[in-house]
Each structure stands twice: as structure tokens, then as C-alpha cells.
């Protein structure tokens, strides 16, 4: 994510953060995690 968003301060980078961090637990698919998300992967382990 950070590699192609252009963070030209850290005011930036904490705006992006809990975008950032929703779309890893919620859409990224894991390989680990039979390439379901980590909140997939608990509500189907559940």
C-alpha cells in the first residue's frame, strides 16, 4: 500500500492508515489463510 501512495509527511501517512488497515483485514486475501481475508477466515472459522 505505502509503495504506490505518495506520502509526502507523516499527517499523511496517519490520514491512510485506517483505510490501509481495513483493506488488509477485511478485502487482501492471504495466502496463510486459504487466501480468504483474516476477518473472512474468522467468521468462516467460527
Given amino acids: 500500500y505505502a509503495s504506490i501512495t505518495v506520502l509526502p509527511d ?5 490520514a491512510l492508515l485506517p483505510d490501509w488497515i481495513e ?5 487482501h486475501p492471504h495466502s496463510g489463510l486459504k487466501f480468504r481475508s ?4 474468522i467468521r468462516l472459522s467460527a
Fill in 38 to 41: 483474516p476477518r473472512e477466515f
Fill in 23 to 27: 483493506d488488509y483485514c477485511e478485502v
Fill in 10 to 14: 507523516a499527517d499523511t501517512i496517519l
